[in-house]
């Protein structure tokens, strides 16, 4: 996902508690700097500031980021001879989006019960299949009409 010209996310959205994968392609990879760093926080107070060298690659610089519980992630980039691409002075800032807890459903023990959702997602999947699979190829049985038809030169 790009966010912005030159910033892209492995991700669709940001939410807390994941590691996302940031790749720059800005001024910085297109002039050829060899050494580029990643200056980040969270929430508006620049909270757990961190500076981090990111990994020169094909697609970029590129740096993996655990995202905390907070409302924005914030960051700008600098390069070895300590010059700035802040985006127009204004920051890359972006929204970390939180689930709706309201959807969820929690069980007795206050669990989220995801993979027994999941199981019966894909069992469900499984018998449609099946059935449709029925419905097409039974006809098919009684008929004797179940051999590849074969091409006539």
């Not at 720059?24 to 060899?34: A, L």
């Not at 409302?71 to 989006?97: L, M, P, R």
Request: glycine content about 6%; aromatic content about 14%; some cysteine.
């Amino acid at each position: 996902m790009e966010l912005v010209k030159n910033i892209f996310f492995n991700t669709d959205k940001l939410t807390p508690n994941t590691t996302v994968k940031i790749s720059y392609t800005g001024k910085f990879f297109q002039d050829g700097s060899t050494n580029v760093y990643i200056h980040y926080g969270f929430g508006n107070e620049w909270e757990g500031l961190v500076d981090a060298e990111m990994v020169k690659t094909e697609l970029g610089f590129q740096i993996e980021v655990d995202l905390i519980d907070k409302e924005t992630f914030n960051f700008c980039i600098k390069n070895e001879k300590d010059e700035w691409d802040n985006n127009g002075g204004t920051n890359y800032i972006f929204q970390i989006e939180h689930p709706e807890n309201s959807l969820l459903v929690i069980d007795n023990l206050g669990r989220k019960p995801s993979k027994r959702l999941r199981k019966s997602y894909i069992l469900t999947k499984k018998v449609k299949l099946a059935i449709y699979k029925m419905l097409i190829y039974i006809p098919k049985l009684i008929t004797g009409n179940y051999k590849k038809k074969t091409e006539e030169f």
